[in-house]
T-cell receptor, first 120, second 111 residues
Framework: EAGVTQFPSHSVIEKGQTVTLRCDPI?????LYWYRRVMGKEIKFLLH????????ESGMPNNRFLAERTGGTYSTLKVQPAELEDSGVYFC??????????????????FGPGTRLTVL | GESVGLHLPTLSVQEGDNSIINCAYS??????FIWYKQESGKGPQFIID?????DKRQGQRVTVLLNKTVKHLSLQIAATQPGDSAVYFC??????????FGTGTRLTVIP
């Protein structure tokens, strides 16, 4: 079974340009998450989709970031216009049902390899 | 709110030795913690989890310890191997099933 895939693996753009990142979750996973790691810092939660609906977008840094998941399958994350501080690695993850499980079990979030974004 | 962190950004160990990676958290209501391993060019991968009603949980060569009194979490890797070299993150799972990560510890295994 294919895992979570992300495209592109790397993107180098200039400040002010637009970039769109894509994530294809594991087939059948209703939950899709975006995270970001800025150099040397923690991996930060950005937002969470359940199917095509935004369940939680409290981590989105500002309105230059737009995430979509039309049809509840793949998702895109657009940054427009990009700023220097947007550089980092953007991870996507997917999971089955989002409820917190019982003892010892976990509806694991499976992560993609990430997209490394460099804004010059 | 959610807040986790790690004590050391880097850790070097000799192959065959045991590794201990530490993590602190600030929210005493935190209920569920997970350790992730991230290898170069890959996304974070689940290693082991622990709920707040437990003090210890063991997996294959890994053990997670939770000290709720001092709000401290540790990951122990027995007989560390070169393949264990990676960045290790502790993370807290919140009520909405979203993960909040620490800053990560880069483990380097010296052959």
């Amino acid at each position: 079974e294919a895992g979570v895939t992300q495209f592109p693996s790397h993107s180098v753009i200039e400040k002010g340009q637009t970039v769109t990142l894509r994530c294809d979750p594991i087939s059948g996973h209703d939950n899709l998450y975006w995270y970001r790691r800025v150099m040397g810092k923690e991996i930060k939660f950005l937002l969470h989709f359940v199917k095509e609906s935004k369940q939680d977008e409290s981590g989105m840094p500002n309105n230059r970031f737009l995430a979509e998941r039309t049809g509840g399958t793949y998702s895109t994350l657009k940054v427009q216009p990009a700023e220097l501080e947007d550089s980092g690695v953007y991870f996507c993850a997917s999971s089955q049902e989002g409820k917190i499980p019982g003892e010892g079990s976990y509806n694991e979030q499976f992560f993609g390899p990430g997209t490394r974004l460099t804004v010059l | 709110g959610e807040s986790v962190g790690l004590h050391l950004p880097t850790l070097s160990v000799q192959e065959g030795d045991n590794s201990i990676i530490n993590c602190a958290y600030s929210n005493s209501a935190s209920d569920y913690f997970i350790w992730y391993k991230q290898e170069s060019g890959k996304g974070p991968q689940f290693i082991i989890d622990i709920r707040s009603n437990m003090d210890k949980r063991q997996g294959q060569r890994v053990t997670v310890l939770l000290n709720k009194t001092v709000k401290h979490l540790s990951l122990q890797i027995a007989a560390t191997q070169p393949g264990d070299s990676a960045v290790y993150f502790c993370a807290e799972l919140n009520w909405a099933n979203n993960l909040f990560f620490g800053t990560g510890t880069r483990l380097t295994v010296i052959p």
